[in-house]
DNA sequence: CTCCTTTGCGAACGGCGTTAGCAAAGGGTA
DNA sequence: TACCCTTTGCTAACGCCGTTCGCAAAGGAG
């Protein structure tokens, strides 16, 4: 027998010792750790510490970290602001994916989470939302979702080379790997990109998103 | 001062006790694995069993686990084969995309390594194959890079899809709750789609990628 | 006041990545 | 052949991680 979902299980019953902490509380504090030290070094302890604790006391009201991490994603999708569908479907959307990496801007961790995209209830209200803003939209439904899931897939691209490498040292050694190979010659076109971007990528984004969904979505 | 970049380091000095395994060697053994058992429960030690030996003794050749699945998706990329450009741009790059997906089937880990782009000898050559396929065309640089970020998003989060959730379980709740939000009639959009879809995610990838190049690279 | 349920918390367990120290294996030199 | 020198293989150990367990603490019900 599978548990339950972590939005299923019900907290506080009423009876019993009062909690110091909750389900939320926790959240908020791993999202606050996360933000200012990245996923990778966010571990139960330290989520604990933010809280002035120590770490077995968490599981009092999380299942485990990846729990906490299903927990932390849908927490952050409810700061998007959705508002009421305008009638102009592109533009809802491209307005939604800019939210979208403003927040993976504001939660650079959000590029780390790997595995499925996470459905709780900030999720669902996503994308249902979507949906209503595609619900004139003559497209099959399994178009809808497949250009709702590019859309948040060119997000996450997109956030990751904007938050650039997490590790300088990292990236140091593999441009010194890559001037090396380029100076034997080989590979002239790579030898031949212009070292600066006329625009950076956060600019040329919404155009992006807009002509890809225009390929996706319009016959 | 960082260290060097794997691929400026050199192996096999000639000079003393000759290496029993090679850092190749290492790197087929940890992509076997990983085939087998996927990259999350890839251990030092579990490759190193794959070897027969003790988990220590691969920093001989490694410098340890990050460099380690760099090796192996580089690796791994060499399995793109690049034939010589037709002219028809468009239909060679989707053709690398079928390319990158099957690949991705091959070895499904692949989803799993989160991090920048990793930069060995293999990517090189895909990128500059990419930039040739894309040699005549009008676009500036930045768009071909940004048109070919955007096939390697897309890639991966289709080979995501497609693999399913790797925990069974976890799917399984996830779906009791989506079940019990919608049954509570809010989301009328999620409850309306038809849980059919008409085709498999595969199926549409090409066109999709098609749709998206063209959004991106015609004008 | 006493029971009962729930929570907080520290210690402990197994497993992970990584490191240190030492034995082993071959080439160069006489 | 015998010896040195360099490089490699390997085991044990360290610190940290996620997670579990057992017990003390805190409030409501009777």
Redesign the pocket.
């Known amino acids: 027998m599978a548990p339950d979902a972590v939005w299923l299980r019900a907290?506080?019953?009423g009876?019993?010792?009062?909690?110091?902490?909750t389900r939320d509380t926790v959240t908020v504090a791993a999202v606050r750790a996360a933000d200012r030290d990245g996923l990778a070094?966010?571990?139960?302890?330290?989520v604990a510490a933010e809280l002035?604790?120590?770490?077995?006391?968490l599981?009092?009201?999380v299942a485990?970290?990846?729990e906490l991490v299903d927990l932390m994603v849908d927490h952050v999708a409810g700061e998007y602001q959705l508002p009421a569908p305008s009638g102009r479907w592109l533009d809802d959307l491209v307005a939604l994916a800019v939210q979208g990496l403003a927040i993976h801007q504001r939660h650079p961790w959000l590029t780390e989470v790997v595995g499925t995209p996470v459905v709780g209830p900030n999720g669902l209200r996503l994308s249902e939302h979507v949906l209503a803003v595609l619900d004139a939209h003559p497209a099959g439904d399994s178009q809808k979702l497949v250009a709702y899931a590019v859309m948040n897939a060119l997000i996450s691209s997109f956030a990751r080379t904007l938050h650039g490498t997490p590790d300088p040292e990292r990236s140091q050694a593999q441009a010194a790997y890559v001037a090396h190979v380029l100076a034997r010659g080989e590979h002239p076109h790579l030898a031949a990109l212009s070292p600066e971007s006329p625009q950076g990528p956060d600019e040329v984004f919404p155009d992006v998103i807009r002509r890809v969904l225009v390929g996706l979505l319009e016959p």
């Open positions: 907290e506080g019953s009876i019993g010792r009062p909690p110091r902490y070094v966010l571990t139960m302890r330290s002035g604790t120590g770490g077995g006391s599981y009092r009201h485990g970290r990846n």
